[in-house]
């Protein structure tokens, strides 16, 4: 990845909704603004229920978007970025369904999380309790295996299933998006949600041990077919700076709320100190979709104990600061306000 300008969009809001039109602009209204392009999911549907993060058809494009061929002619003057979206599908998908059919019998049935399947044993209010989720409760709904009512895992929404990416049904998916990206030219995948991608009783579920196994295995993956790899983890900054090492890139979130901590106070030792220990291979992020990342400077989610790059109580006010200053617009989008949003 050059060290130019990035854009990251949806495919249906630059031009009039579709990845050609996308790519008219890019050429001619901006042309040599933006190196490369980061689509946010255009796969089918890209407006479900988590606004195209929860694919019916990872491999396939949403055809009111357009194809892979779209892809593949923007790839000719953009370095492109596709997200792959590992821990989970639609509930939708024709592999979830086959398995609400046909249950244990579905080839697909090893492919999803169920809480027995983590906890063959059971599992204590402690296990459960240390799952960590950025939903309120707990990383299960209710569905009817072929008329057998289950628990299954999702670590979001309802409507999005977790993979099991121990399994071979649950790998041989995931390296069906990889083999579908290199084929269209895309440069860089996206590993989203990947921190809960890796499921073991007795752990938190997030950033384990098992979690960075994973990683490297997907990298190595991206590596034979010359993909570069970024992850996108919203976590404790020493865990960002831990992980950098194990892919091509990872993003530096923690630099807008750090940089508005700095004007609202004054103080400017966090941020400096912060460009003092980033890793050298982070993408400088000024905003995303998911908004300004303020979990990315605080204490660990985890363990309290452990501080984070400002103390927790200038966190609360650099929120609060933004909600007075949008006159309480920012608050729409923010929390329990937006149920397609994490929760902090």
């Not at 008219?24 to 988590?50: C, E, K, N, Q």
């Not at 249950?103 to 906890?119: A, D, H, K, Q, R």
């Not at 993979?163 to 069906?176: A, F, P, V």
Request: with cysteine; proline share 4%.
């Amino acid at each position: 990845m050059k060290n130019k300008v990035q854009l990251i969009t949806y495919a249906d809001r630059l031009g009039d909704g579709t990845l050609s039109s996308m790519t008219d602009i890019l050429r001619t209204r901006f042309d040599g603004v933006y190196d490369g392009v980061h689509i946010l999911p255009f796969f089918t549907p890209f407006d479900g229920a988590d606004a195209g993060f929860d694919p019916i058809d990872h491999t396939k494009v949403d055809e009111r978007l357009g194809s892979w061929d779209d892809v593949a002619e923007l790839s000719k003057t953009h370095n492109i970025m596709v997200d792959a979206i590992v821990n989970h599908m639609s509930w939708e998908s024709k592999q979830f369904q086959d398995v609400l059919e046909k249950g244990e019998e579905s080839e697909y049935y090893p492919m999803f999380l169920t809480m027995s399947s983590v906890f063959p044993n059971g599992a204590t209010e402690e296990d459960l309790a240390g799952i960590y989720r950025p939903r309120p409760g707990l990383p299960f709904t209710h569905y009817k295996f072929a008329g057998k009512t289950r628990l299954v895992w999702v670590s979001f929404t309802p409507q999005q299933v977790d993979i099991d990416t121990d399994s071979d049904k649950g790998w041989e998916y995931l390296m069906s998006i990889f083999d579908q990206m290199a084929a269209s030219h895309v440069s860089y995948i996206r590993l989203d949600a990947v921190g809960y991608g890796a499921k073991e009783a007795g752990t938190s579920c997030f950033m384990t041990p098992k979690t960075f196994k994973l990683i490297s295995r997907l990298r190595e993956e991206g590596v034979k077919r010359g993909l570069e790899i970024l992850i996108e983890v919203h976590s404790y900054y020493k865990k960002q700076v831990e992980i950098a090492s194990k892919v091509d890139r990872v993003y530096d979130f923690a630099l807008p709320p750090l940089l508005l901590h700095s004007l609202f106070t004054g103080h400017v030792e966090p941020v400096v100190h912060w460009t003092e220990i980033r890793p050298n291979n982070a993408v400088t992020v000024l905003d995303t979709h998911d908004g300004i990342g303020v979990i990315d400077i605080g204490s660990d989610q985890l363990d309290r104990s452990l501080k984070g790059l400002v103390p927790d109580e200038d966190v609360d006010n650099l929120v609060n600061t933004i909600h007075a200053n949008t006159h309480g617009e920012s608050q729409a989008a923010t929390g329990a306000a937006a149920s397609n949003l994490d929760l902090y």
